[in-house]
């Protein structure tokens, strides 16, 4: 069975500084995808980025980058230059083959400080 | 372009009564997919429409239905209801092929859902 898992409940980050969300998956599956979404406490899941199993670079979107290192099924967030809007919760997600269907994580909550 | 939308935003139902919820995706996007979150549970996978066609479905009791039209647009309903569907219902919707881009999931703001 595919599990996403999130070892950090809570993290704080001082605004403009960098902070690295951690995120494991496990399937046996060889074509999958990997997603973060931020989910502001309104409630509305954001999309943040996205990373195939075959892509063989990292994703990026702006402030945003995903460390994709297969070997080691991992898919950590990589937030630059960290700003007060980016308070929130985090959560990885994975799809398998070409089922659409996404299994998420339990989450990150993000805390910037100014 | 304009992103998912939801309808209604809350809602407050009482046991034993069924509520049905509406989910506009993205135009030109055919896949529509539903998420239950709760705070025990987290998010969970109900169900995914592609082409009028249920092409994936969650561990989630009959109570819980859905369809889609034509357009694209979505319903969900359920049946029956019980303090424990209390959750925010979450629509996602993508183009819905096989091509890398074809996977991203843009999700809807999120029905309230409160049983009392």
């Known amino acids: 069975a595919q599990k996403i898992t999130q070892t950090q409940p809570g993290m704080f980050v001082q605004e403009k500084e960098a902070v690295t969300l951690d995120c494991t998956y496990d399937?046996?599956?060889?074509?999958?995808?990997l997603f973060w979404y931020k989910q502001p406490s309104s409630g509305e899941m954001i999309f943040l980025i996205y990373q195939g199993s075959y892509d063989e670079q990292n994703a990026t979107e702006g402030r945003y980058s995903l460390n994709f290192q297969k070997a080691r099924k991992s898919a950590n967030l990589v937030i630059s230059a960290s700003q007060l809007g980016d308070s929130a919760m985090y959560f990885c997600?994975?799809?398998?083959?070409?089922?659409?269907?996404?299994?998420f994580g339990k989450g990150t909550l993000l805390t910037v400080n100014p | 372009k304009a992103g998912v939308t939801q309808t209604p935003r809350y809602l407050i139902k009482t046991r034993g009564q069924q509520v049905t919820l509406s989910c506009s995706p993205i135009s030109g996007h055919r896949s529509v997919s539903w998420y239950q979150q709760t705070p025990g549970q987290g998010l969970q996978f109900l169900f995914e429409y592609f082409s009028e066609t249920q092409r994936n479905k969650g561990n989630f009791p009959g109570r819980f239905s859905g369809r889609q039209f034509s357009n694209s647009r979505s319903e969900m309903n359920v049946s029956t209801l019980e303090l424990g569907d209390s959750a925010l219902y979450l629509c996602?919707?993508?183009?819905?092929?096989?091509?890398?881009?074809?996977?991203?999931?843009?999700f809807g703001p999120g029905t309230r859902l409160t049983v009392t």
């Open positions: 399937t046996s599956d060889q074509s999958y995808g």
């Open positions: 997600a994975m799809r398998r083959g070409s089922n659409y269907k996404l299994t």
């Open positions: 996602a919707s993508s183009v819905g092929g096989s091509g890398a881009s074809s996977y991203e999931q843009y």
